[in-house]
């Protein structure tokens, strides 16, 4: 598994008691694998997330990333496993206003380290794949909603990660647009071979993915999406 959270509880302080965002959690995604968390607002979506990202370390539990369990790994290590290896797509996308798409995805790289020409090419080439040719030298005030969606995407697999975790992506676009975002998220995940977890609210965009978790209080089960629409 390229992704796996076992048993992970969070909790959160709330005055004198504690609040349970995660209840015994277990998640494992795949290579090539898309799998779409629902669930109404406050059950616990973003907390998975940010686990899953190495950004919030549970209360117990292990994370393992790209075959390395990053629980009791130091700060540097875990960011170092973030940056190697887990592309994060959050629901706003972001840019930076000043670049261009291109210069977008040349940033990531650049902090990375690396041959700037392998960079370039490589960009262009995800530019590509999400559709965005011709667009390198757009900003985002030039681009519509999608394609700085497509943007940020394109920018969260610049460093070839194994995983990709894509929060609240067509949150911010039309029904259509929505759906070609998640069929493209579909695409990347099986030519890539990611393992891709994505946060939704928006129960017709899942005809793309793998598999449908349900989040409930803290609680991951399979399946079973009703009453997800009318609670959030
Ligand atoms: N930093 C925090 N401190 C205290 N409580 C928190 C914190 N972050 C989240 N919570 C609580 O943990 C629970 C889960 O929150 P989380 O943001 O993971 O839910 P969610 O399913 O992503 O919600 P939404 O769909 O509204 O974004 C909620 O009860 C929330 O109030």
Redo the contacts with the bound molecule.
């Keep these: 598994m390229t992704l796996k959270l076992t048993d992970i509880v969070l909790t959160?302080?709330?005055g004198d008691r504690t609040?349970t965002?995660l209840d015994h959690v277990d998640l494992a995604v795949a290579p090539g694998e898309f799998t779409a968390v629902v669930?109404?607002?406050?059950?616990?979506?973003?907390?998975?997330l940010?686990v899953a990202a190495t950004l919030i370390t549970p209360t117990s539990g292990t994370v393992s990333v790209a075959g390395r369990e990053v629980s009791a790994m130091t700060q540097a290590a875990r960011t170092r496993v973030r940056r190697d290896h887990v592309g994060i797509v959050f629901q706003q996308a972001n840019l930076l206003p000043s670049l261009t798409a291109l210069d977008q995805l040349l940033v990531v790289a650049h902090l990375a380290g690396g041959s700037p020409r392998a960079a370039a090419a490589r960009a262009r080439e995800l530019l590509l794949s999400v559709d965005l040719c011709g667009k390198e030298h757009k900003r985002p005030h030039q681009m519509s909603g999608g394609e700085r969606q497509r943007v940020n995407i394109a920018r969260a697999l610049m460093n070839e990660p194994e995983v990709l975790l894509v929060d609240e992506p067509t949150s911010a676009l039309d029904h259509e647009r929505g759906e070609r975002v998640v069929s493209l998220l579909a695409e990347l995940t099986r030519r890539n071979d990611l393992a891709t977890v994505m946060?939704t609210?928006d129960l017709g965009s899942l005809s793309a993915v793998d598999m449908v978790l349900t989040?409930r209080d803290?609680r991951l089960t399979a399946g079973d999406i009703r009453g997800v629409h009318s609670a959030?």
Excluded: C, N, T
């Excluded at 669930?39 to 998975?48: A, D, E, N, T, V």
């Design positions: 959160y302080p709330d609040l965002a669930g109404p607002s406050g059950s616990g979506k973003s907390s998975l940010a946060v609210h989040m803290g959030g």
